[in-house]
């Protein structure tokens, strides 16, 4: 079991390139999430999708798009990075509410634009 | 709106004092709430959940509905539990469940 696992480690683009940071889970999770983790900000939720067909915007999704491209995969897309968009970002999933596990998260891609 | 509080970014202990890293947070429903590790900015792991009331690493947490608290306890600090600790809360939304984090904590174990 791979659990979560996210494509690149690491990352660095100019100001104004586009990516998409992939992320797969192979757990029969429903619930997807993309975090941002930042000094002194702890990890703020960028956009998640509770179940498969559905996403729904976080705390901080101005200047991201997301993909539920099926039930395993997420994707968080950068149309015109920016540097403030430098950050490590997280993807986790979970069964469902109550579930015994809690939420499981992926090793994390740094990413840096400059 | 579900929010969780960590007031002390760096908590600097002793090997051997007790450890209390403390949580709080708003919430209008029941919520559900955890403690992750994080070390050296690795990906986070599950050290605490309330509801199975366990002590993983030695550690433990008690939710206080009336103080809106779920602080982290250990008795006696080990140099290994030096690491980044986060609690979150799971709360349920019109779009399903989702797990809100404090900003953290740094605790440093000192020799």
């Known amino acids: 079991n791979a659990g979560v696992t996210q494509t690149p480690k690491f990352q660095v683009l100019k100001t104004g390139q586009s990516m998409t940071l992939q992320c797969a889970q192979d757990?029969?999770?429903?619930?997807m999430y993309w975090y941002r983790q930042d000094p002194g900000m702890g990890l703020r939720l960028i956009y998640y999708?509770?179940?498969?067909?559905?996403?729904d915007k976080g705390e901080v999704p101005n200047g991201y798009n997301v993909s539920r491209l099926n039930k395993r995969e997420f994707s968080l897309r950068l149309e015109s990075a920016a540097p403030s968009q430098t950050s490590v970002y997280f993807c986790a999933s979970r069964r469902g509410q109550g579930d015994n596990y809690g939420y499981t998260f992926g090793s994390g891609t740094r990413l840096t634009v400059v | 709106a579900q929010r969780v509080t960590q007031p002390e970014k760096l908590l600097s202990v002793f090997k051997g004092a007790p450890v209390e890293l403390k949580c709080n947070y708003s919430y209008s429903g029941s919520p559900e709430l955890f403690w992750y590790v994080q070390y050296s900015r690795q990906r986070l792991q599950l050290l605490l959940r309330h509801i199975s009331r366990e002590s993983i690493k030695g550690f433990t947490a008690d939710l206080n509905k009336g103080e809106t608290s779920f602080h982290l306890k250990k008795p006696f600090a080990q140099e290994e539990d030096s690491a980044m600790y986060y609690c979150a809360l799971s709360g349920i939304t019109g779009g399903g469940n989702k797990l809100t984090f404090g900003t953290g904590t740094q605790l440093k174990v000192e020799l």
């Open positions: 757990m029969n999770h429903n619930s």
């Open positions: 999708s509770a179940s498969e067909g559905t996403t």
